[in-house]
C-alpha cells in the first residue's frame, strides 16, 4: 500500500508535536501535571485527589488508544483480508458498562473520602491562635472548624479590586479595620471567609490555597484556608466581570501571628489618623466652604 | 404519502402510481430566486451547510486574534473591551451559528435520503427554519458595526444587566438566541415528524440509521430545552428595558436564577452539538471498516440515555457558586453516571474496527482524530465533575482545554468526517485525498497542541477570558506554543476549505456510491434527483445497502465472475 508509509509519518509528526508541547520545558512536573497546591492543607488535599484521578484517567486512557492504535496497525485493509461481520456481543458489552459504573464508584467513594478534609475547616495551631481567632458560627453553607473558633475574615468583590474586612472584636462593624487587594494573615490559623461581591459576579481565588469560590451579588459564599508557610501567594478574580477582569488580582500575604496583630493595629491606626485628619479638613469647609482643605 | 404501494426489490416491474396530487405545475425558477425559495430539503441543506460554515470561518477569525492577544505576556494588541467582544462573538458564533445549525444542515439533507423520503414532512417550514437561522446571524453580526456583546456567550447577570452592559450588542445577544431558537424550534419538530412517519417500507426503529437516531434525540432535546432559554433570555431583556427585576439583585432578583435557567439549556446544548457528531462516526466508521456497527442496539440507546441524563446534570457548571453541598452531589453523581453510555458508545466504535479491514480513507481518519480527542475531553470530563476537583480548574484554561477537546476535537472532527463523507452524494464529485490527509494532519497536530498544553496553564492558575496575563512561571512560553498551535489548526481547516472549493467544479466524478455506502443515500444518484428516488426499496435490515449490493451482485454473478473477479468479493465475507 503507497498510502502507508505517509500515514505513519502523520502520526509520527502528531506523537512528536504532542510529546514537545508536554516536554518542552523543565518545568517541575508536578505542577505541570496536577493544579498548584503547597498553601494550604484543603489546596494539598484537592491536590491529592486530583492525581488520584488522573492515575485511573492514564490507565483508562492508556487501555483504549492502546486497542485503538493496535486496531488501526492490526486490521489495516490488505489484499484478501476479509472483515468480520461481527454485530455485537451482549455479554462484552454488559462486561464494559459495569466495568465503566465501577470505576465511576471508586472515584465517587474517593471523592467522599477527600470532601471532608477539602470543605471542612481545620481548627487552629494552638500556639498561633491565641489573641486572633474568636468564635464563629457555622449557619447554612458556612463550616467552622471543630473548636468552633477563626479568624473570620470578609471579603467583598468589586469591579475591579477586592475589599477585606477584618474582625476587631466588638460588634460594630463601622469601625473595622480592612484593606484592598492585599490580604495579610497569620501563618497557623484558620481563616474562614465570607464572600460577597456589591455589583457583578466575582469569583475569589488564590489557587495555592485552595479552590475558588464565587462571590454572587445578594448571596454570600464561603471557603477557608490554613496558611503553612510565610509568604506571597497571588491569585486573580475568576469569573467575567468586565473590560478589567485580567486586572483583579488579589494576593495573601503570610506573615506570623504577631506581625499580624502589628499590621491590624497599624490599620487601625492609619484609620483613627485619616478619620482626624478628615474631621479636621470638615471642621475647615465648615467655616469656610470656600476653603480648600 | 402511501409508501405502501413501493415495491419490494428496484427491478422489479411496477404499474405507475401517483403519490401526490399536483394542483399546478410550478414552473422551475432559475439561480438566485431559486436559493431564496426553494422547499427542497437538499438545497435548504446546503443553504445550512454553507452558511454555518462561513460562520465557522468568522468565528474562527475571531479564535486567533484571541490567541493572537494572548501569545505575549501583557499583550497591548487589542483593548480590554475588543478582547471580551471577540471571545463574546468567537463563543457564541460556534455554538448557535455554527455546530448546532451545521447539524441541522447534514440533517436536512440526509435525514430524508437515509430514511427514504422525498423530502422533510414540512418542506416550507424547513425553509423558514434556515431563514430564521440566517436572520439570527444577520442580526448578531449586524452589532460589529455598532458595539458587539461582551458579556461572554454565557451572559451572566448582572453583567449582562443594563447597567453594566449598556450597549445594544447585548439585545443583538438575546435576539440572536430568539431567532436562532425558534429557528432550531421549527427544525426540530419537522425532523421529528419526519423521522417518526416517512420512513421507507420496512424501516422500523430497530433499522433506522444511528445518525438518523442521533438526529431523533438532537430534535427532542431542542424541543426540551430550547423554551427554557427563550424564556429566559425574555426575562433579561424585560429587566434590561422594561424595569423587571428577575435577575437584578438589587430590586430582590437572583443571579443564581439566570444560571440556573441558562445551564438548564446550555448543558443539554452540549449534547445537541455532540449527539449528532456520535451519529457520523457510527455511519462512517463501519463503511470504511467494512463491518456493521458493534452493538447496533447500545449506540442508539446510548443516545437517548445520554440525552435523559443531560437534562440532569446542568448545575457541574455552578459548582463554585453558593450551593448546598447535597446540590454538588447530585450534580457530581448525574455527571458521573453520563459517562456511562458514552463510554460504551467509544468501546463499541473501536470494537466496530476490531477485525475489519479498515480502508484509511479521510472520513475514517477524522472519524480516528475524534475518537482520540474526544476520549481525552470525557477524561477531564469526568475530572471536572468532582466538584472539589473542579474548585481549583472552574472558570481557568483547563475548562477550555476540556470543552474544546469535546466540541472541537469531538464535535467539529465528526463535522469533518461527515463533509469528507458526504460531499460525493452532495455534489457528485470527490474529495482529493491527499490533501484531506493534509488538512487532517494539520489540523491534528494544531488541535493538540493549541489546547493540550491549555490544561496546564489553567492549573498554573490561568483564568479564561482574560486579555492579559503577567509574565510569571512558564504561562508566557505556554500560551505561545498554544498560539502557535492554533495558526497550525487554521492552515488544516483552509487546506479543506481550498479542497473543496476546488473539488466541486474540478473533482472526480463519484457516481452514486463511492464508498461502498451502507445506508439509503447511497442508492440515489450524486447529486439526488429532486424527487430523490423513483423507487424506494423494502428495508430488511440496518444496512440496505449492502443488502441491495449483494442482491445484484448474486442476479449478475455470472458476468461479474467473468469480468473482475476480485471487485465484488469482499462484499461477501
Given at each position: 500500500m503507497g498510502l502507508l508509509?505517509?500515514?505513519?509519518?502523520?502520526?509520527?509528526?502528531?506523537?512528536?508535536?504532542?510529546?514537545?508541547?508536554?516536554?518542552?520545558?523543565?518545568?517541575?512536573?508536578?505542577?505541570?501535571?496536577?493544579?498548584?497546591?503547597?498553601?494550604?492543607?484543603?489546596?494539598?488535599?484537592?491536590?491529592?485527589?486530583?492525581?488520584?484521578?488522573?492515575?485511573?484517567?492514564?490507565?483508562?486512557?492508556?487501555?483504549?488508544?492502546?486497542?485503538?492504535?493496535?486496531?488501526?496497525?492490526?486490521?489495516?485493509?490488505r489484499k484478501g483480508a476479509v472483515a468480520a461481520q461481527i454485530h455485537g456481543n451482549t455479554r462484552l458489552e454488559i462486561a464494559w458498562t459495569v466495568g465503566a459504573a465501577l470505576i465511576l464508584v471508586v472515584l465517587a467513594v474517593v471523592t467522599f473520602a477527600a470532601l471532608p478534609g477539602i470543605r471542612d475547616p481545620e481548627n487552629s495551631d494552638a500556639a498561633a491562635a491565641a489573641g486572633i481567632v474568636q468564635p464563629v458560627a457555622a449557619h447554612g453553607n458556612k463550616k467552622v472548624p471543630a473548636d468552633g473558633k477563626a479568624l473570620n475574615?470578609?471579603?467583598?468583590?468589586?469591579?475591579?479590586?477586592?475589599?477585606?474586612?477584618?474582625?476587631?472584636?466588638?460588634?460594630?462593624?463601622?469601625?473595622?479595620?480592612?484593606?484592598?487587594?492585599?490580604?495579610?494573615?497569620?501563618?497557623?490559623?484558620?481563616?474562614?471567609?465570607?464572600?460577597?461581591?456589591?455589583d457583578v459576579a466575582h469569583s475569589w481565588w488564590i489557587p495555592k490555597l485552595g479552590g475558588k469560590m464565587d462571590a454572587v451579588p445578594g448571596y454570600t459564599n464561603y471557603t477557608w484556608f490554613k496558611v503553612i508557610k510565610p509568604g506571597v501567594y497571588h491569585g486573580q478574580?475568576?469569573?467575567?466581570?468586565?473590560?478589567?477582569?485580567?486586572?483583579?488580582?488579589?494576593?495573601?500575604?503570610?506573615?506570623?501571628?504577631?506581625?499580624?496583630?502589628?499590621y491590624i493595629e497599624r490599620l487601625k491606626n492609619d484609620t483613627k489618623s485619616a478619620d482626624a485628619a478628615a474631621a479636621v479638613s470638615r471642621k475647615k469647609l465648615d467655616a469656610n466652604p470656600q476653603a480648600n482643605p | 404519502m402511501a409508501s405502501d404501494t413501493l415495491t419490494e426489490t428496484p427491478t422489479a416491474a411496477l404499474k405507475p402510481v401517483p403519490e401526490i396530487t399536483a394542483h399546478g405545475v410550478q414552473r422551475q425558477r432559475s439561480g438566485l430566486m431559486d436559493w431564496l425559495t426553494t422547499t427542497d430539503h437538499k438545497k435548504i441543506g446546503i443553504l445550512y451547510l454553507v452558511t454555518t460554515f462561513v460562520f465557522f470561518i468568522l468565528g474562527g477569525v475571531e479564535a486567533l486574534m484571541i490567541r493572537l492577544q494572548l501569545g505575549t505576556a501583557q499583550n497591548t494588541l487589542l483593548t480590554p473591551e475588543t478582547y471580551n467582544q471577540l471571545f463574546t462573538m468567537h463563543g457564541t458564533t460556534m455554538i448557535f451559528l455554527f455546530v448546532v445549525p451545521i447539524m441541522a444542515g447534514f440533517g436536512n439533507y440526509f435525514v430524508p435520503l437515509m430514511i427514504g423520503a422525498r423530502d422533510m414532512a414540512f418542506p416550507r417550514l424547513n425553509a423558514l427554519s434556515f431563514w430564521l437561522l440566517l436572520s439570527g446571524g444577520l442580526v448578531f453580526y449586524a452589532s460589529i458595526f455598532f458595539t458587539p456583546p461582551e458579556a461572554g456567550w454565557t451572559s451572566y447577570t448582572p453583567l449582562s444587566l443594563e447597567a453594566f452592559s449598556p450597549s445594544g450588542g447585548q439585545d443583538a445577544w438575546i435576539f440572536l438566541v430568539h431567532l436562532t431558537g425558534l429557528s432550531s424550534l421549527v427544525g426540530a419538530v419537522n425532523f421529528y415528524v419526519t423521522i417518526a412517519n416517512m420512513r421507507a417500507p420496512g424501516m422500523g426503529w430497530g433499522r433506522l440509521p444511528l445518525f438518523v437516531w442521533t438526529i431523533l434525540v438532537y430534535a427532542i432535546l431542542l424541543i426540551l430545552a430550547l423554551p427554557v432559554i427563550a424564556g429566559a433570555v425574555t426575562l433579561l431583556l424585560t429587566d434590561r428595558h422594561f424595569g423587571t427585576g428577575f435577575f437584578d439583585p438589587t430590586q430582590g432578583g437572583s443571579p443564581l436564577l439566570w444560571q440556573h435557567l441558562f445551564w438548564f439549556f446550555g448543558h443539554p446544548e452540549v449534547y445537541i452539538m455532540v449527539l449528532p457528531g456520535f451519529g457520523?462516526?457510527?455511519?462512517?466508521?463501519?463503511?470504511?471498516?467494512?463491518?456493521?456497527?458493534?452493538?447496533?442496539?447500545?449506540?442508539?440507546?446510548?443516545?437517548?440515555?445520554?440525552?435523559?441524563?443531560?437534562?440532569?446534570?446542568?448545575?457541574?457548571?455552578?459548582?463554585?457558586?453558593?450551593?448546598?453541598?447535597?446540590?454538588?452531589?447530585?450534580?457530581?453523581?448525574?455527571?458521573?453516571?453520563i459517562a456511562i453510555p458514552t463510554g460504551v458508545k467509544i468501546f463499541n466504535w473501536?470494537?466496530?474496527?476490531?477485525?475489519?479491514?479498515?480502508?484509511?480513507?479521510?472520513?475514517?481518519?477524522?472519524?480516528?482524530?475524534?475518537?482520540?480527542?474526544?476520549?481525552?475531553?470525557?477524561?477531564?470530563?469526568?475530572?471536572?465533575?468532582?466538584?472539589?476537583?473542579?474548585?481549583?480548574?472552574?472558570?481557568?484554561?483547563?475548562?477550555?482545554?476540556?470543552?474544546?477537546?469535546?466540541?472541537?476535537?469531538?464535535?467539529?472532527?465528526?463535522?469533518?468526517?461527515?463533509?469528507?463523507?458526504?460531499?460525493?452524494?452532495?455534489t457528485g464529485r470527490m474529495l482529493?485525498?491527499?490533501?484531506?490527509?493534509?488538512?487532517?494532519?494539520?489540523?491534528?497536530?494544531?488541535?493538540?497542541?493549541?489546547?493540550?498544553?491549555?490544561?496546564?496553564?489553567?492549573?498554573?492558575?490561568?483564568?479564561?477570558?482574560?486579555?492579559?496575563?503577567?509574565?510569571?512561571?512558564?504561562?508566557?512560553?505556554?500560551?505561545?506554543i498554544s498560539t502557535v498551535g492554533a495558526f497550525i489548526l487554521g492552515l488544516g481547516i483552509l487546506l479543506t476549505i481550498i479542497n473543496v472549493l476546488r473539488s466541486v467544479k474540478k473533482g472526480p466524478?463519484?457516481?452514486?456510491?463511492?464508498?461502498?455506502?451502507?445506508?439509503?443515500?447511497?442508492?440515489?444518484?450524486?447529486?439526488?434527483?429532486?424527487?430523490?428516488?423513483?423507487?424506494?426499496?423494502?428495508?430488511?435490515?440496518?444496512?440496505?445497502?449492502?443488502?441491495?449490493?449483494?442482491?445484484?451482485?448474486?442476479?449478475?454473478?455470472?458476468?461479474?465472475?467473468?469480468?473482475?473477479?476480485?471487485?465484488?468479493s469482499t462484499l461477501r465475507g
Open positions: 508509509p505517509r500515514r505513519y509519518i502523520f502520526s509520527l509528526a502528531a506523537v512528536a508535536a504532542t510529546a514537545a508541547s508536554l516536554l518542552v520545558t523543565p518545568a517541575a512536573m508536578a505542577d505541570f501535571f496536577s493544579p498548584e497546591s503547597g498553601g494550604s492543607p484543603n489546596a494539598n488535599r484537592i491536590d491529592t485527589l486530583y492525581w488520584i484521578t488522573f492515575a485511573i484517567a492514564m490507565v483508562i486512557f492508556a487501555a483504549v488508544i492502546g486497542t485503538l492504535g493496535y486496531c488501526l496497525v492490526k486490521f489495516r485493509a475574615i470578609d471579603v467583598n468583590g468589586q469591579q475591579y479590586i477586592w475589599r477585606y474586612t477584618y474582625p476587631d472584636g466588638d460588634d460594630n462593624n463601622l469601625n473595622n479595620p480592612f484593606s484592598y487587594t492585599e490580604m495579610v494573615v497569620p501563618v497557623g490559623v484558620t481563616v474562614t471567609l465570607d464572600i460577597r461581591a456589591q478574580c475568576a469569573e467575567l466581570c468586565g473590560r478589567n477582569h485580567a486586572n483583579m488580582i488579589a494576593t495573601v500575604r503570610a506573615v506570623s501571628p504577631a506581625e499580624y496583630k502589628q | 457520523i462516526i457510527s455511519e462512517v466508521l463501519p463503511v470504511f471498516a467494512r463491518k456493521p456497527i458493534f452493538g447496533y442496539k447500545a449506540v442508539a440507546a446510548s443516545s437517548v440515555v445520554i440525552a435523559f441524563l443531560g437534562l440532569l446534570v446542568w448545575a457541574h457548571h455552578m459548582f463554585t457558586t453558593p450551593s448546598p453541598t447535597v446540590v454538588l452531589v447530585f450534580f457530581m453523581m448525574s455527571s458521573f453516571l473501536v470494537a466496530t474496527l476490531w477485525r475489519g479491514t479498515i480502508e484509511f480513507k479521510t472520513p475514517l481518519i477524522f472519524c480516528i482524530g475524534f475518537l482520540s480527542q474526544f476520549l481525552i475531553g470525557g477524561i477531564t470530563g469526568i475530572m471536572v465533575a468532582i466538584f472539589p476537583v473542579d474548585w481549583q480548574v472552574h472558570d481557568t484554561y483547563f475548562v477550555v482545554a476540556h470543552f474544546h477537546y469535546v466540541l472541537m476535537g469531538g464535535a467539529v472532527f465528526a463535522i469533518f468526517a461527515g463533509i469528507y463523507y458526504w460531499f460525493p452524494k452532495i482529493n485525498e491527499p490533501l484531506g490527509k493534509w488538512s487532517f494532519a494539520l489540523m491534528f497536530i494544531g488541535f493538540n497542541v493549541t489546547f493540550l498544553i491549555q490544561h496546564t496553564i489553567g492549573m498554573d492558575g490561568m483564568p479564561r477570558r482574560v486579555y492579559e496575563y503577567p509574565d510569571v512561571g512558564h504561562l508566557q512560553l505556554y500560551n505561545q466524478v463519484a457516481g452514486p456510491d463511492p464508498w461502498k455506502g451502507n445506508t439509503l443515500e447511497w442508492f440515489t444518484e450524486s447529486p439526488p434527483p429532486l424527487n430523490n428516488f423513483d423507487l424506494v426499496p423494502r428495508i430488511r435490515s440496518v444496512e440496505p445497502m449492502k443488502d441491495i449490493r449483494r442482491e445484484v451482485e448474486r442476479q449478475s454473478e455470472p458476468a461479474l465472475a467473468a469480468a473482475s473477479p476480485s471487485a465484488e
